[in-house]
């Protein structure tokens, strides 16, 4: 089983520029997230998917930042007109729900995107 | 809200047992995780633990949870030093939906 993979793995850009990251999930995982992380800090919570469906978005999302998930298997995240404070890595995660007793889902993370605004 | 927190260094000695400490504010988080990150890359995830349990161990892991401090704690006994690293706790949201994850404590380790 591969792991989650992400695409391109290091993106520099400058400001004003739109950028897109796209993430492959382990197969057969129905949820997938996205999360940002600046230095010095743990992983913050973008948005998620189940399937095709966004079902939550974070405050973090602004209105430049759109992600899509087209048809329930890869997604992308597109940051429009760039600024120094998107600086970061954004790090894709999926998940596979399962049922059963207690709800149990792991979230297995991929590489990250480094992204670094100029 | 939902908060975690860590301390932000350990340094331990090559073959020195290493305990991370992490507080969490959700009660109701039925899963903890640790994950581990290295240099530049992703998540690593190391092992995780239902909230009915006291202790997990897997290996060179060990994990204890106090649940009425909501306190969780990773011990790698035997440490090396590829074990160095950034280690991180985490917490479901309320919803089981995200991940909340402290600040990280970076190990750092001497041989």
């Known amino acids: 089983d591969t792991g989650v993979s992400q695409d391109p793995r290091h993106k520099i850009t400058k400001r004003g520029q739109n950028v897109t990251f796209r993430c492959d999930p382990i197969s057969e995982h129905n949820r997938l997230y996205w999360y940002r992380q600046t230095l010095g800090q743990g992983p913050e919570f973008l948005t998620y998917f189940q399937n095709e469906a966004q079902l939550e978005k974070s405050r973090l999302l602004s209105d430049r930042f759109s992600a899509e998930r087209p048809k329930g298997s890869f997604s992308t995240l597109e940051i429009q007109r760039t600024e120094q404070g998107d600086s970061a890595m954004y790090l894709c995660?999926?998940?596979?729900?399962?049922?059963?007793?207690?709800?149990?889902?792991?979230?297995?993370f991929g590489p990250g995107t480094r992204l670094l605004v100029l | 809200g939902e908060d975690v927190e860590q301390s932000l260094f350990l340094s331990v000695r090559e073959g020195d047992s290493s305990v991370i400490n992490c507080t969490y504010t959700?009660?109701?988080?039925?899963?903890l995780y640790w994950y581990k990150q290295e240099p530049g890359a992703g998540l690593q995830l190391l092992t995780y633990?239902?909230?009915?349990?006291d202790m997990k161990q897997d290996q060179r892991l060990t994990v204890l949870l106090n649940k009425k401090d909501k306190h969780l704690s990773l011990r790698i006994a035997d440490t090396q030093t590829g074990d160095s690293a950034i280690y991180f706790c985490?917490?479901?949201?309320?919803?089981?939906?995200?991940?909340?994850f402290g600040k990280g404590t970076t190990l750092s380790v001497s041989s």
């Open positions: 959700d009660s109701s988080s039925t899963y």
């Open positions: 633990i239902f909230s009915n349990m």
């Open positions: 985490a917490e479901s949201n309320q919803a089981g939906t995200a991940l909340i």
């Open positions: 995660a999926s998940s596979k729900r399962t049922s059963g007793g207690y709800l149990q889902e792991t979230q297995y």
